[in-house]
C-alpha cells in the first residue's frame, strides 16, 4: 500500500509493481501478489482500472 499511496493515480501492472520494489519477477511470486490485490479491490482499497491493472481508490 506505501507505494500505492506515495504514487497515487499511477496505475500498476502486477510485474512492474514487483519490478519496482525489487521482489522476484517469477510467475509463482506474481500470482501471490495478484491474489492479495485482488482482496485489497474487494476490500476497496484500490481499484483495478483495466485487467491487470491497480491503482490506489480515489
Given amino acids: 500500500m506505501t507505494t500505492f499511496n506515495e504514487h497515487s493515480g499511477k ?3 502486477v ?3 514487483h519490478e ?4 522476484p519477477t ?3 511470486s506474481i500470482n501471490v ?3 492479495r490485490l485482488g482482496r485489497l479491490v474487494r476490500q ?3 481499484e483495478q482500472p483495466g485487467r491487470g491493472q ?3 481508490r480515489t
Fill in 26 to 28: 517469477d510467475e509463482p
Fill in 44 to 46: 476497496g482499497l484500490l
Fill in 54 to 56: 491497480y491503482q490506489k
Fill in 20 to 23: 519496482h520494489l525489487g521482489l
Fill in 11 to 13: 496505475v500498476f501492472r
Fill in 15 to 17: 510485474r512492474d509493481l
Fill in 33 to 35: 501478489t495478484r491474489s
